[in-house]
């Protein structure tokens, strides 16, 4: 069964720090995953996606994520944090077939200091 | 514009009185999926739906209805609300190629969400 497991609740940074959002996944077959950002008060807006066309995969706003199926991991980073980038950032794997909804992990606060 | 549009926004109600809240999609997608979002949790799967007059159950379904008489939408229902369906509610739509194996070059469509308080 797909899952994914995000592995911390809330990281603070600096501004200009580089920013590292940890995200373990479980699948039987290769995933489709996805790391999507929620600003607050607002809805859910997809930040990059990867589909087994390339490892290294690059989002908006200049974050980007590897997938590593060695470590089971699909962690997100950005060389330097902005101010807009406070937020909470969800990890997000499809399980396939017949429900093929997405599964969501339990979100990562971002926060961002001066 | 391609969206996801939900209504109402906010929505307070109170224990018991019926209530919909609206998920409409303007890119002729034939999977739609409802999930509610609270603190420590994530987003959970509510309903989906498959194409018209296909739905099923996700994760948490207990108290809550939907139905899928248009391509296009795809409303909640909620009978008899009681406070701990109080939460933040997402639509979402994707075509059917991604629900149904595990792949997509497109991701999900969400709606903006539907924040309700059940008192």
């Known amino acids: 069964a797909q899952s994914v497991t995000q592995l911390d609740s809330h990281v603070s940074v600096s501004e200009g720090t580089p920013v590292l959002l940890r995200c373990n996944y479980s699948s039987s077959y290769s995933p489709s995953l996805f790391w999507y950002v929620q600003h607050p008060n607002k809805g859910l807006q997809l930040l990059l996606k990867y589909t087994s066309a390339a490892t290294l995969v690059k989002g908006i706003n200049g974050f980007e994520a590897e997938f590593k199926k060695s470590e089971t991991s699909f962690h997100l980073t950005k060389p330097s944090a902005h101010m807009s980038d406070a937020a909470e950032y969800f990890c997000v794997v499809i399980r396939g077939g017949s429900q093929g909804n997405l599964i969501f992990g339990k979100g990562t606060k971002l926060s961002v200091k001066p | ?119």
């Open chain 2, 1 to 119: 514009e391609a969206q996801v549009t939900q209504n109402p926004r906010y929505l307070i109600t109170v224990t018991g009185k019926k209530l919909t809240v609206t998920c409409s999609q303007n890119m002729n997608h034939e999977y739609m999926s409802w999930y509610r979002q609270d603190p420590g949790l994530g987003l959970r799967q509510i309903y989906y739906s498959m194409n018209v007059e296909v739905t099923d159950k996700g994760d948490v379904p207990e108290g809550y209805k939907v139905s899928r008489k248009e391509k296009r939408n795809f409303p909640l229902i909620l009978e008899s609300p009681s406070p701990n369906q109080t939460s933040l509610y997402f639509c979402a739509s994707s075509p059917i190629t991604a629900a149904r194996t595990g792949t997509t070059n497109y991701g999900y469509t969400f709606g903006s969400g539907t924040r309700l308080t059940v008192v």
